[in-house]
Every structure is written in C-alpha cells, then in structure tokens.
C-alpha cells in the first residue's frame, strides 16, 4: 500500500469496523489425543499464518475457536479476536464429544459478540461462517442448542459446514448439524488436517474478498472447492 | 455574452473509449468560495484491476455553483459511465435551469419597471470602417498591443508548485492538469445598481423545482445515454448528489439519491448533515436515480442557513464515521476543513484531498472514495482555524 500522506493522519474516523466472525469448533475429545491434535494443532497455526496475509481478510477476520472434550466446551479465545491479534491456543485431547456444550457457547457469543445491521445506519457484521471438525459422535444433547442456534430469526443466518475425520463419523448426523454442506475425511492423517485448514483458509479469504465488495454480503457466495481428501457427504 | 464560468471533475465518457481515470482532483475559485474535489478508486477495485465507479463534477456560472457526486453501483460492469454522465450532466442542467429562470426573473422586472427602454442607436463618432480599413486593421497592431506583447515575451509564467502527488500516482498512465487565471472582476456601477434593484424587487425563484427538473432531466439523458451506447439503463445503476449555491447570496439547494452524505460546517457551532436521504430497509442496498421509480425516493432540501463549509461525499467516505457518535463526525468536518486550509494553493488542496482519499486505510472499507468540499477561506493559513 503506498506510504500514508503524512500531513492528513490526524482526520477523525470511527472506530466500529465491519467484521466478518469465523468460528472454529474443534473436537478435542480422548480420540482425537496424539498425532491428530497435534495436527490440529498445526493447522489452527497454518491458518493464522495464511489469512493474515490476504489483505482483505487481515482487516475483517475475528476469530472464536470453542473446543469440545472432557466434561465440557472451552471458549479459548473468550470471544471473537482479530485474525492479527489471534494466538493459536495450546489443545488438548481428552474425555468425551460435548458438541452440544459448543453450541451453547457459541449461541451465547452469537448473541453477546456480533454486531447487528441496524436499519438506515450503522451496517453491522458480515454472516459469520462456522467450522466444525469432529471425529465422532456428540456425547450429550446438541439437537436443542442448534436449534435455538437456527432459530434466530431476527439474527444474522449462519453457515455452519461440518467436516467429519476418521472412521467412526456419523455421516447423517454430520448432515443434520451443519446449515448447508457437510463434508468428510477418510482418516486423521496430519496430511488431512493440514488440507482441511488450507481450505478453511482458503474459504474465508474468498468470503472476506466477496463481503468487501458493496452488496457483497447478500449474494450467495461460492465457497472454493476442497481438495479431494475433503469429500462432500451426499 | 454568456457568464465566465469553469466545468472541473469527471467527464461524460465515450462509447469508443472508456477514459475514466483511477484517481481524479479538482479545484476552483468562485467569488469567495473555493471548491476542491476528489475521488479515488477503491481497494478492491484496484484488486481487481477494475475501473472506479465514483465520479464528481462541478460547474459554476457568475456567481453559481453546482456540484455533483455520484457512486456507480458496483455490480454493473458499466456503472461508472452513468456515474460521471450524471455528475456533469446534472450540474450542466441545474445551471441552466436556474439562469433561465433569473433571466425570467429580470425580463419581468425590466418590463414591470417604469423606465422607458432604451433603444440602441449608433453611436455617431463610430465611423464604419472601409473595407480597404477592414484589410488594413488584421496587420496593423497598436502601440498598446505592441508593448503587451513585449511584456507577455518576457515575463515568466508562475505556476502553483505540486509536490504533494500520492506515489500511487507515480506509476500513471495519464492525467490532466489545467488552471485558469481567476476570471473574478469588480462589478461595474451598472451592474451594481441591476443587483440592487433585483433585490429589492424580488421574484422569488423555485429552486427546490429545478432541482427537481435538473434530476428529471438527468434521469431523460441517462435513458437516451444509455441507448447510445448500447446498453440496458439499469447497467448505469447510480446514486446522485447535487448541489445548487449561489456564492454571493448563500442561497443552496441538495437533492439526493441513494447512500452518500452532505454535510454543512459552521466552525464555532458544529456540522450539520443536510438532508437525510430514503435508504431501502435491506441492508447494503441503495436507491439509483436509473430505477424506473427513482422519483419516490428523490430527496429535494432548500438549505436555510448559509455556511462556511460544504461538503459532498459517497459512501465510501461517509461509512468512516457517520455511525459513530455524533462528536467524530463533527471532529471529521472540523479536520478536512483544517487540513484543507493549511494548503497553500487551491491546486495543492485538491492533490492532498485526493492523496487522503487514496491512502487512508480505513478497516474494512475498500470502496471508492469521493469527497468534494465548497468553502470560505483565505489560503496559506497555517492556523487551526480557516478565517472567513
């Protein structure tokens, strides 16, 4: 970007900012201990690492990673934070699949941390996009939170995209939890989790451009398509 | 003799050539307001190796000033062509209408006055030159013409110094600049004691009406417009902003369609935003005065007040700070007046406006950006405060 005129620097402006919230929901129960983790691991750092590179993106992207193992759901971001603020957190693997304590927190952030458009004035955040990496099944009671997540009618829809890795997914229920697509990966290879955070990247960087186009944000958005580790659930 | 006048900003383009310009300044003098504009293209657009969709013009006859801005709904590949055709053209009808209309005015005056007319007689002494004189007058040159000319061989030609060119722009293509000498002068008696009379007998002239017939005209021209070159008119979707003052009187008049703002500063009581445009309840949408319905959502103001600033900007300038609290937008008005001031020349503001424009990097906003200022100032001023 060109250097900044220097004599005009001190011109008020707001400081609300447009955001576009990406949610990451990562199942960090006892099966995924190990070599996955720490793939993931790996790949919660390679997006970081990609996103805040792309010059749209850098400017609108806040991140919320909630993890789901053991007893409960830990929103480790306490909220949503800027792509360039964002330090990859430390994950650990253990217990059960509480995917419905997620979503609980994901609701309450839903309704505490993004911003709404207000009519004839202040435009508010873009769709937020959700990600959904599990290698099982939810262990406790996910139906009821997703549908209050759904339910907001007066809220902003959302794009919860579910991927499922490994043998023991259940695919229809991978279907039911997501809003749109689902998808799933054979195994729990590091190669995996690395192709699916490049296209997460790769997803959101798409997004963030098309928002930032006037008008950008109520047209349906083609999201690229994943690579062939990553296949769609029919 | 018609009025001196200038015609600055973006142009009407071609259906040959599509010469809008990624970046585009102006700047003019009209008795003693000053006007400075510019628009720059977009993040995104630059991005995508697309052309800007904003565009602004202004024009100005005696003491009248029209300005327009305009932003090309970024969804239509050809939007920027029925941007700056309205731009240019709604100032180009808004003068009309509105010297026709005094023209009116002073024809009913002058015929209502009680003063017989005054025929035009030759005046005797004014010999009708031979026609051997008539050939002899294209070689002979006057002994003041000579020394003219001697003095305009000599003196050096001062123009205003740029230095201030955002270093985007060192890698251009193409661009124009031109200056014109002031055109101001002093009134004569007569037409002192014609102003006087006028006032005192005033027909009052509708100008919320031309407004109104400025923008109807456009939305006539754009339809045709768009026919010439061969396209849908709703593939020129824009939004338009038109302004009417008159620089001695400080009479004003805004018409809106679509996104955008225009805002009025007094320095010592605050800005005021003067006119509240329809916006359309779904988000991110706009009116464009190319829907066939444009009428509905047309907001005309007459301004009440006169000020010292005005001001004229898209959208992508006014999402800055609009919805934040009131004191930024305030405090915003209150900067670009100063920093405008602090230019010392007219060509130099209307470059570090543009500058500001091109490489302000506001989060999130990747939009064309266009800003166009009318003001009372005296230039040079290194204060704070803009005298009046």
Redesign the interface.
Known sequence: ?????K??T??????????LPIYLLLDTSGSMSGAPIQAVQHGVEQFKKEVEKD??AK??VYVGVITFGGENADFLTKGLVSIVDFQPPSLNATGSTPLGAAFKLLSQSLDKDIKE????????DWKPLIFILTDGAPTDDWQSPREEIIKRSKKKALNIITVGCGPHINEEQLKAISTGKAFKMDDTEKASFVAFFEWVSQSVMTVS?EC???????KPIEMPKPPDVIQYIP | MPERGFNVGDRILSKSTDTHSDWCSAFAQVGDYCFVGASAIGRLHLHKAISRDDAFAARSSGAWLAVAVSDGMGSRPRSRYGASYAVEALCGFLLHEVLSQEQCRENIESVSSSESVKQDTPNPEQKTPKKSDTENLDKEISGEDKAAIKSISTAQVSLPNINTVPHILSDCAYGTISWSRSFNQPLTENEQGAIVANSEDKVDIDYEAIMRKAFENVHSGLFNYAQSQECDLKELHCTLIGFLFNTNTGEAVIGHIGDGLTLALQPEAGSQILIDPLIPEEIGATYVITQKDWKNYLTIRKVLSKYNVYYLMTDGVSDDFVYGPPEILNQWAKDIYREVCKSPSLPEASQSLLKYLANSEIKGNFDDRTLALIFLRSMGNQDDKCNT
């Open positions: 970007m060109a250097e900044a005129n004599e005009w001190n011109i008020a402006k707001s400081i609300d900012e447009r955001r010059t749209f400017e609108t458009n207000v009519k004839g004035g202040a435009k508010g451009k930032a186009q006037p008008g950008g944000e109520d």
